[in-house]
């Protein structure tokens, strides 16, 4: 491994979200999906070259820039991307929240599947529509997609979108070919809209591969619209920098009017270097698949600690994302109780569920994004903490 993952950044002071939130310090954060490691370093020394300048005024996006995001899909996901079909923005949330603003009017219902990212609810509330969700099935230890449950939705006259996390957040699923494409077809029998929330696309697992929604065929490049940013794969969040892929060109036209309505339609010079960089340098795709491989680690070691120390709590299994979904439905307590126990015990802090909607209520997600000490120190801080709970039962 050419990069250096176990190093440990202190990040207090930082105006870390992740790290500062918490008025008490000792509180160990594993909830925020951030990581806690330096970004590649090709985009460091571009991001420091840039500050040398001096200027920062308002930025011109470069056709390199588009180049990037053209070159790095097509060899990374074997999907060709044409320019025109790019409309640039600050971040997937802002162009989840525009894309709802185009294609939809007030009253309407936007289709979820949860347990999901808690990120879509306000999207779609801010928009006066309404989320109806089409709840992922959890059986034998991992989620499926209730399709029976999606036709009878997407049915309704007043669905006119469905929000897709591909790859899943927090289930940790890299959808299927076959299941993309059945939802794909159900939604396109029934004039719903697809929106793919793709931010996690680079971070897939070993045994399987990410499929791009709109990579299915002409008719599903037609019917979506696809958020990607180089922010998760890169932990580049904080530089807000995104792109919308519309192919239709009256699609693009109405969501490139919402992004400028929202007023989100500028991104800084520090982002356009930092994706350039990031999309382009050998080295930021080589301490990609370091951290790839690094956070596989992580996840077994995850995995193998719960079934020997906290076998109650079954782990699910992690196709993509760095993100952990943990069932705790054994303690019978709500996820919002377990959340304000485990860090009033140990000073341990997870996402609980209830935030990704009611089909996440009993389980928590834990960040292991980390070096390996901080992943062991938050492990034993939730042995004790869990532990401790059950004990309590």
Known sequence: MKFNFDEIVNRK?????????NKNSEVLPMW?????????????????????????????????????VIDWFSRRHHFQIEKEWMIYTIGVVPAVSAIILAMTQPGD????????????????RNNQCESVSNDLVYADGTYSINFDDLEIKAADPKAKVLLLCNPHNPAGRAWTKEELK???????????FV???????????????????????????????????????????GLQVANILAYNPEIRQKIDKAININEVCDISPFAIEALIAAYTHPDSEIWLDDLKDYLWDNYQIVKNFFAEKLPEFPVLPLEATYLMWIDCSVLNMTSKELLDKMIEVENIRLNEGIIYGKAGEGFMRLNIACPKDT?????????????????EK
Request: glycine letters at 6%; a neutral charge; hydrophobic letters at 40%.
């Open 13 to 21: 002071g930082s105006n870390s979200y992740k790290w500062d939130t």
């Open 32 to 68: 925020v999906a951030d990581m806690d490691f330096k970004t590649a370093p090709p985009i460091i020394d571009a991001l420091a070259q840039r500050v040398q300048h001096g200027v920062f005024g308002y930025a011109n996006v470069p056709e390199p820039y588009y180049n990037a």
């Open 109 to 124: 219902k936007v289709i979820v599947q949860e347990p999901v990212y808690n990120c879509f609810f306000s999207s779609i």
């Open 182 to 192: 059945r939802v794909g077809e159900i939604c396109i029998k029934n004039n719903v």
């Open 195 to 237: 929106i793919s929330d793709e931010i996690h696309c680079d971070l897939v697992h070993k045994g399987h591969t990410h499929v791009p929604f709109a990579s299915l065929g002409q008719e599903f490049l037609e019917n979506s619209a696809t958020c990607i940013a180089p922010s998760k794969t890169f932990n580049l969040a």
């Open 375 to 391: 992943l062991f120190e938050g492990l034993k801080r939730t042995e004790k903490a869990l532990k401790k709970i059950l004990a």
